[in-house]
């Protein structure tokens, strides 16, 4: 491996104590919320719902096919199966990182760290031969207060920007980071949870006894009420009371009645911070067998298109060099997340066949279908001469 550290003009550095980053706060534990609770990357992926958000997030963007395209004059694409940075993002990012573990990562990276997904890449005579993901908080980022242009450092030695893989979330700031009030709530309420059915944390009722009690006769009275009627198996026994003793059930409050409620509205909140669909969280109250394929494609169009986006410019950005950037692009197929059941996608592609769209060549490659002699022609298989088993004339009539 050749080291990223070249010679540079220093960059003025700010104190990572006096202006913290995400990671170095989530590190410490030290960014609390008004719920009372620190909310970090490790205790924010604690909750299911910011857990599921992330990963049909990244996992969806990591299991689309990528391609290296090239741009002809006429702005046409077509594929360029030989660049080297194709097997970089197809196979292999490095010797230890599949392509799609690392693309995963670097998503996830940058929505949960304010500072983004960073990588570099490691070239030999400006030819891309491998990119590192290093654990967070090694690739540092400073920005010019004034085109905020950014400057990078490895463990304090500088990297050329070109070389910086950077995915940014939007305003600067990522979704778990301006999300961290509803995260935070989502904790309190997970842990309430666990309270109320690990240890009763809302007591049940009262005990009333009519007489006096020291305390050791109260500790007392608790501690065998709590052998017989509290924890695992013992719902349901008969409470046998002395003394005259009264027991004064309590009623639930409405925030009690709507605990419930509360907690699928939290799962909503993380949902809209995270822009993804709360049926995609299986939050299915309200979920149909029509309006979930709706969702799914505002799930493609307003939460990961924008991601796929932003992730085609910055891999471009640093994986060709600036003569190149004109002329090539990476480009995600998003065919894979649209695509039909296999009826209706037959009776499409049978549709454009007849209306000369596409010739049927086209129609079998987006079946994963290999070509035949004579498919490439624009011709209704329906009509003519291109009936099977015709031998000529106008639709086989006198």
Known sequence: MIWPFTKKQPVEQKSGISDPES????????APTQSGVS???TSALRVPAV???IRVISEAAATLDVEIRRIGENGRETPDPTHPALSLLKHEANDFTPAPDFIRDLVIDALIHDAGGLAWVNRVNERPVEIIHYTRGSITV???QLTRE?????????LAARDVIHLRSPFGRSPLSLAREAIGLAIVMERHAARLFGRGAKPSGALKFPKGMGEDSVKKARAAWRSVHEGEDTGGRT????????FEAFQLTSTDAQFLENRKFAIEEVARAFRVPPSMLFHLDRATWSNTEQMGREFLSYCLEPWLVALEGALRQALFTPEERPFWRVHFDRDDLTRADLTTRATAINSLIASRVINPNEGRAWLDLEPYEGG???????TGDNQPGSTGGDNGSD
Request: hydrophobic share 35%; no cysteine.
């Open 23 to 30: 990671w170095l706060l989530d590190l410490f534990g030290t």
């Open 39 to 41: 909310v970090g990357a």
């Open 51 to 53: 857990n599921s958000a």
């Open 142 to 144: 400073d920005y010019d």
């Open 150 to 158: 950014p400057s990078y450092r490895l463990q304090g030695n500088p």
């Open 239 to 246: 409470a046998i009371l002395y003394d005259g003793a009264e």
């Open 376 to 382: 490439n022609q624009y011709a209704n298989p329906n």
